[in-house]
């Protein structure tokens, strides 16, 4: 799994987001696209010419009575392997049990099949965003992705073979899209998969009048003019009664509380595209949140709309205590707001504030920015007893007006009871020294702009823009202070029993050494615990799961179009995932890897069923 606390992949995606929302701003790539493969003047062309084909990939005539045609939905995917690769080979199985309500299925990869109720897998595979962490390279496309999902179905007799479609999260658009348009836009294999899209954005002309959707709102931007003109085009193919899967990269409706236009984007779609077309939007698609969640119109089962996110694909998880129990959303019209219930979350709110406190693990799961931050505090302590050799032997201290040659020496003979005076000495030694200053707020600085309050466990914070930026520099500031003021009392402690306790010299090599391998040590196992405690008490909820990696409660959603045209959505979820064991010699259809023992799968809540399109 990724480690996300790490130092140097904090300052790689630091950096890889900064510039990709800077060159983004000035290089779409979804303008060059658009430009590669024009499809003007589609009104006038033949329904069976090449341009028409690229605009519309059709599925109308796939599928057969008895089966019906089966979609499978993925998300966030591409980080540790045995998460990633557990999903895989779920979704590369010929079929998978449909266990009842609250009971979980072993899937062994040979008897699926012969349940008496099951699904099959996907005549189509759609991945919905963040095909890779923690970066879009190459080399991590083809590790944490392409590499698991080939082991899991190598090969096919299929004729034809199940295809793959993809849009791009945010980790896709960290390299301008680059290495998303290599893999997924060039009619490539990805195992028993092939790719089919020519651009980051797709239309599929299901069976039954049914429609999906896929759009690219490249780092959250509004969608361009080119994709609008697209997504246009198609909906002229479109009847009047037509239903229609949206899929997008992010769930923009969860963030309305906080944010009221952050649903804009996609209630623009539905304004300007799907509306004029007379057709129904029946389901949205979204990961981004390592989670599943749906939210349902009130009263929606067979009609209505419901907004489903699941992002289990193999990323680390993120729990659900934060989902609002209703949202309400403007129509595309413009009418009053829609209500939407939330009616299932996976894991259960109560598993997700267990798991939450795991955090408190930080040292243990995260030793590199231990240790990071062990070195911070020993390089705060170098700058404060430089300055306080310039400064110190200048002022006579306490009532034995004696003089001391530097901060430590000073500290060593100090006692609990005159902590003023340590105070006292330190900030003689911060104000003269710039150094000092500079260092101590960008510690400051730093953590205020890390500090992420949990806005929606507060209905104050999501009314008060202007209390939520308060609560954000007030926890920040106390965090940092207290960052320092740990440094500052390491210094102090460790002065004691290097100077006394151990009779060294200040500046005896033996106690530099020393004193360097104690703070990376002790303070940095102290400064992660109190960077810990500050992931609980509604601060930084991504953060207090993401420093843990979890592999759990994985997800994904397998959708099925009935003979009679209607909707079925099974929401799979997988509990703990399981170690894998690789085959050398496993046959050219078969998995690589066996597991060592069969993975459970549940329903996270009963199918949920969508009426078919009315009849012409």
Same mark, same amino acid.
């Given at each position: 799994?990724?480690?996300?606390?790490?130092?140097?992949?904090?300052?790689?995606?630091?950096?890889?987001?900064?510039?990709?929302?800077?060159?983004?701003?000035?290089?779409?790539?979804?303008?060059?696209?658009?430009?590669?493969?024009?499809?003007?003047?589609?009104?006038?062309?033949?329904?069976?010419?090449?341009?028409?084909?690229?605009?519309?990939?059709?599925?109308?005539?796939?599928?057969?009575?008895?089966?019906?045609?089966?979609?499978?939905?993925?998300?966030?995917?591409?980080?540790?392997?045995?998460?990633?690769?557990?999903?895989?080979?779920?979704?590369?199985?010929?079929?998978?049990?449909?266990?009842?309500?609250?009971?979980?299925?072993?899937?062994?990869?040979?008897?699926?099949?012969?349940?008496?109720?099951?699904?099959?897998?996907?005549?189509?595979?759609?991945?919905?965003?963040?095909?890779?962490?923690?970066?879009?390279?190459?080399?991590?496309?083809?590790?944490?992705?392409?590499?698991?999902?080939?082991?899991?179905?190598?090969?096919?007799?299929?004729?034809?073979?199940?295809?793959?479609?993809?849009?791009?999260?945010?980790?896709?658009?960290?390299?301008?899209?680059?290495?998303?348009?290599?893999?997924?836009?060039?009619?490539?294999?990805?195992?028993?998969?092939?790719?089919?899209?020519?651009?980051?954005?797709?239309?599929?002309?299901?069976?039954?009048?049914?429609?999906?959707?896929?759009?690219?709102?490249?780092?959250?931007?509004?969608?361009?003019?080119?994709?609008?003109?697209?997504?246009?085009?198609?909906?002229?193919?479109?009847?009047?009664?037509?239903?229609?899967?949206?899929?997008?990269?992010?769930?923009?409706?969860?963030?309305?509380?906080?944010?009221?236009?952050?649903?804009?984007?996609?209630?623009?779609?539905?304004?300007?595209?799907?509306?004029?077309?007379?057709?129904?939007?029946?389901?949205?698609?979204?990961?981004?949140?390592?989670?599943?969640?749906?939210?349902?119109?009130?009263?929606?089962?067979?009609?209505?709309?419901?907004?489903?996110?699941?992002?289990?694909?193999?990323?680390?998880?993120?729990?659900?205590?934060?989902?609002?129990?209703?949202?309400?959303?403007?129509?595309?019209?413009?009418?009053?707001?829609?209500?939407?219930?939330?009616?299932?979350?996976?894991?259960?709110?109560?598993?997700?504030?267990?798991?939450?406190?795991?955090?408190?693990?930080?040292?243990?799961?995260?030793?590199?920015?231990?240790?990071?931050?062990?070195?911070?505090?020993?390089?705060?302590?170098?700058?404060?007893?430089?300055?306080?050799?310039?400064?110190?032997?200048?002022?006579?201290?306490?009532?034995?007006?004696?003089?001391?040659?530097?901060?430590?020496?000073?500290?060593?003979?100090?006692?609990?009871?005159?902590?003023?005076?340590?105070?006292?000495?330190?900030?003689?030694?911060?104000?003269?020294?710039? /150094?000092?200053?500079? $260092?101590? +707020?960008?510690? =400051?600085?730093?953590?205020? %702009? #890390?500090? &992420?309050?949990?806005? *929606?466990?507060?209905?104050?914070?999501?009314?008060?823009?202007?209390?939520?930026?308060?609560?954000?520099?007030?926890?920040?500031?106390?965090?940092?202070?207290?960052?320092?003021?740990?440094?500052?009392?390491?210094?102090?402690?460790?002065?004691?029993?290097?100077?006394?306790?151990?009779?060294?010299?200040?500046?005896?090599?033996?106690?530099?050494?020393?004193?360097?391998?104690?703070?990376?040590?002790?303070?940095?196992?102290?400064?992660?615990? /109190?960077?810990?405690? $500050?992931? +609980?008490?509604? =601060?930084?909820?991504?953060? %207090? #799961?993401? &420093?843990?990696?979890? *592999?759990?409660?994985?997800?994904?959603?397998?959708?099925?179009?009935?003979?009679?045209?209607?909707?079925?959505?099974?929401?799979?979820?997988?509990?703990?995932?399981?170690?894998?064991?690789?085959?050398?010699?496993?046959?050219?259809?078969?998995?690589?890897?066996?597991?060592?023992?069969?993975?459970?799968?549940?329903?996270?809540?009963?199918?949920?069923?969508?009426?078919?399109?009315?009849?012409?």
């Amino acid at each position: 799994m990724v480690r996300w606390l790490s130092p140097g992949q904090l300052t790689s995606t630091a950096i890889r987001a900064l510039l990709s929302g800077i060159f983004g701003s000035y290089a779409d790539r979804r303008e060059v696209q658009a430009a590669l493969h024009q499809t003007d003047r589609m009104d006038e062309l033949d329904p069976n010419c090449a341009p028409l084909r690229d605009l519309i990939h059709r599925y109308d005539d796939r599928g057969d009575p008895e089966h019906g045609f089966w979609i499978d939905f993925v998300a966030d995917l591409g980080d540790g392997f045995d998460p990633t690769y557990t999903v895989a080979w779920l979704l590369a199985q010929p079929s998978l049990p449909v266990p009842a309500a609250g009971a979980t299925a072993a899937v062994d990869g040979s008897g699926a099949g012969a349940s008496k109720r099951h699904t099959r897998r996907g005549h189509i595979l759609i991945m919905g965003g963040d095909q890779v962490y923690p970066t879009p390279s190459r080399d991590e496309y083809t590790n944490r992705l392409a590499g698991p999902y080939e082991a899991a179905l190598p090969w096919t007799t299929e004729k034809p073979p199940p295809h793959l479609y993809a849009i791009p999260g945010n980790h896709d658009w960290y390299d301008g899209l680059t290495a998303f348009l290599r893999l997924f836009c060039q009619r490539r294999w990805i195992g028993g998969w092939k790719t089919q899209q020519h651009r980051s954005y797709f239309a599929l002309q299901l069976p039954h009048r049914w429609w999906l959707l896929g759009i690219d709102a490249q780092l959250e931007a509004d969608i361009d003019q080119p994709q609008r003109d697209y997504f246009c085009r198609v909906a002229r193919q479109m009847r009047p009664g037509d239903r229609v899967i949206l899929c997008t990269a992010a769930p923009a409706w969860v963030h309305t509380e906080a944010d009221p236009a952050a649903f804009d984007n996609l209630a623009f779609f539905e304004r300007t595209v799907l509306e004029p077309a007379g057709v129904e939007l029946a389901v949205t698609l979204t990961g981004d949140l390592h989670h599943y969640s749906r939210y349902a119109a009130d009263g929606a089962q067979g009609g209505g709309h419901h907004k489903i996110t699941a992002g289990g694909g193999g990323a680390y998880l993120v729990g659900t205590r934060l989902l609002p129990d209703t949202l309400r959303l403007r129509s595309p019209a413009g009418d009053d707001p829609e209500p939407y219930i939330r009616k299932a979350q996976y894991p259960s709110a109560r598993t997700s504030l267990g798991l939450r406190w795991g955090a408190l693990l930080l040292a243990v799961k995260n030793p590199s920015f231990a240790l990071f931050l062990g070195l911070m505090y020993a390089l705060f302590a170098w700058f404060l007893q430089s300055s306080s050799k310039l400064f110190m032997p200048l002022r006579e201290w306490g009532p034995e007006q004696r003089r001391y040659p530097d901060f430590m020496t000073f500290a060593s003979v100090r006692g609990p009871d005159q902590w003023r005076d340590v105070l006292d000495a330190v900030w003689l030694a911060t104000a003269h020294s710039p /150094l000092v200053v500079t $260092f101590s +707020l960008l510690v =400051i600085g730093g953590l205020i %702009a #890390f500090c &992420a309050p949990d806005v *929606e466990r507060s209905r104050l914070l999501l009314k008060s823009r202007r209390l939520r930026t308060g609560v954000r520099g007030g926890a920040g500031l106390v965090h940092g202070l207290l960052h320092l003021a740990l440094a500052v009392g390491m210094i102090w402690l460790l002065s004691w029993l290097n100077l006394v306790v151990a009779g060294l010299r200040v500046d005896d090599p033996a106690q530099v050494g020393m004193f360097l391998l104690e703070m990376a040590l002790v303070g940095g196992i102290l400064g992660a615990l /109190l960077m810990s405690l $500050f992931l +609980l008490p509604g =601060i930084n909820y991504n953060e %207090a #799961f993401s &420093a843990q990696h979890l *592999e759990g409660y994985k997800n994904f959603v397998r959708l099925h179009v009935g003979a009679d045209g209607t909707l079925t959505v099974y929401p799979y979820g997988v509990d703990r995932v399981v170690p894998w064991r690789f085959r050398p010699n496993a046959p050219p259809e078969a998995p690589w890897f066996t597991p060592v023992r069969a993975p459970m799968v549940r329903l996270i809540e009963d199918p949920i069923t969508l009426a078919a399109a009315p009849a012409p």
